[in-house]
């Protein structure tokens, strides 16, 4: 399979750069495989679809200020964007322009946060120091930014665009940090859905995957199978792998939120045969002819061209029919990406 196979072309007016005036407002396009029929609706629909034979699981991780700019002792500024806590205050980080850094060197972020350079690692990632005294997810609220994707251009003030994306590019369930991207499909809902699917009896479980860079690097293979996805940890509790056992033992139909909680379930699958409580972490690569083991049915936003998310989409719903929805949805004029609308696969 060639990374080509995986393209399209996006009118750039249709990429989100702000969340639909209500979560629930998005449009979601419905696609049912089996009859390869297209569907326009909005996200609140989703209540009519799901009854009490669906258990519904969500990605609870909680995104952080993980964009960080200081300053060299010479002036020059420096962006630090965390990736993932490794322990004792070391993180791998991105560092822009990393030319520019050296090992042992201290970024000043803020009075209250300093960045020692530790060690050069592979594939663009560094090992650095956060330097502080406190609490760290309470500093960062005060000097970190929402590490929106970079096709999302602000021309807001601070004080808007703070007020929006803190709000807005986090779940309304999301409990626990550690992510440096939204788990999107996620944004859409609203605590009254959740408590409508929960009044119809459906199964509602949370599992934990903190999203980093496997789930947003690009691929730059032009053999898809050759591309290596980064390590991302997650968590499943034994409540949840309590109720999706019990949930896929009565015939009950599993629909994952988002690409995150999908690469979880079949990641402890795989590892384990079954769904069990964990912590452990995910390179799981997903493209066709891949056969899911847990998943039934998904929600996700529209994905870009050449991704590893793409690929999943393709995997679980058929190529073809995806490309020909994605078609349809550049047509009707829905928005794509983090802010965007969304799709249910059936």
């Keep these: 399979m060639k990374l080509e196979e995986f393209d ?5 007016e249709l990429i989100a750069q ?10 979601m396009m419905v696609l049912d495989k089996k009859s390869q029929t297209i569907e326009h609706k909005h996200f609140y629909d989703i209540v009519d679809y799901l009854d009490e034979n669906y258990i519904v699981v969500l990605n609870n991780t909680k995104v952080i200020p993980a964009r960080l700019y200081g300053h060299k002792d010479t002036g020059a500024l420096i962006e630090v964007f965390l990736l993932k806590d490794c322990g004792n205050k070391q993180w791998e980080a991105l560092i822009k322009p990393s030319k520019r850094v050296k090992e042992n060197q201290i970024i000043k972020i803020a009075d209250i946060l300093s960045v020692k350079i530790l060690n050069n690692l592979e594939d663009g990632k560094w090992l650095i120091e956060l330097i502080y005294d406190g609490i760290l997810y309470e500093i960062l609220d005060k000097v970190g930014n929402v590490p929106l994707p970079p096709y999302i251009e602000r021309k807001m003030t601070d004080d808007e665009r703070k007020n929006l994306d803190y709000e807005r590019y986090q779940t309304v369930y999301a409990k626990k940090e550690g992510s440096v991207a939204a788990p999107t499909a996620g944004l859409h809902f ?3 859905i959740l408590d409508k699917l929960k009044h119809k009896g459906i199964d509602i479980a949370y599992v934990t995957l903190n ?6 690097r690009p691929v730059k293979c032009e053999e898809v199978t050759e591309h290596k996805m980064d390590s991302e940890e997650f968590e499943i509790t034994q409540e ?10 009565n015939g009950k139909k599993l629909l994952a939120i988002g690409t995150t909680t999908v690469r979880t379930l079949e990641t402890a699958y795989q590892q384990f045969g079954k769904i069990k409580a964990c912590k452990s972490a995910s390179k799981l690569f997903i493209y066709p002819p891949y056969e899911f083991k847990v998943v039934d049915e998904l929600i996700t936003n529209f994905h870009l061209p050449k991704s590893t998310l793409l690929m999943l989409v393709s995997a679980l719903e058929g190529k073809e029919f995806i490309f020909k929805a994605y078609n349809e949805a550049i047509k009707e004029k829905y928005y794509f990406y983090s802010y965007g609308d969304c799709m249910f696969l059936k």
């Excluded at 399209?8 to 750039?12: K, S």
């Excluded at 999203?211 to 947003?216: E, S």
């Design 18 to 27: 702000t969340p639909s005036e209500r979560r629930e407002n998005a449009r």
């Design 8 to 12: 399209y072309n996006l009118p750039e």
């Design 190 to 192: 609203t605590n009254e």
């Design 211 to 216: 999203v980093g860079l496997g789930t947003f």
């Design 240 to 249: 949840t792998a309590d109720l999706i056992n019990k949930a896929k033992s």
